[in-house]
């Protein structure tokens, strides 16, 4: 079992920066991909950003340029910082850890971002 926590959401203006923090706990090695999805109201949950054991990173076209992930496998820790925020990137953003192509896949409870005028 994989236990994930995030924190740093909260309110922020248009072109403004936030960052969320996910701290990992129990059987959580290298071999799980880290990363971020988020949810906003009405919609589905949707891919941000993930990050390998190794430091691969993937990013949606979306966020591209403007949020960058990052990982400290010593503290078992996966930061998402988000620059240049849109009204768009407003919603719940959940913390995944995951091993491809397994039955380990773990989700965070999710932290509110909302990005207003």
């Known amino acids: 079992q994989v236990q994930l926590v995030e924190s740093g959401g909260g309110l922020v203006q248009p072109g403004g920066s936030l960052r969320l923090a996910c701290t990992a706990s129990?059987?959580?090695?290298?071999?799980?991909?880290m990363g971020w999805y988020r949810q906003a109201l009405g919609k589905q949950r949707e891919f941000v950003a993930t990050i390998t054991g190794s430091g691969t990173t993937n990013y949606a076209d979306s966020v591209k340029g403007r949020f960058t992930i990052s990982r400290d496998n010593a503290k078992n820790t996966v930061d998402l910082q988000m620059n240049s925020l849109k009204p768009d990137d407003t919603g719940v953003y959940y913390c995944n850890a995951k091993i491809p192509i397994t039955i380990y896949n773990f989700w965070g409870q999710g932290t509110q971002v909302t990005v207003y005028s």
């Open positions: 129990g059987s959580i090695n290298i071999r799980y991909a």
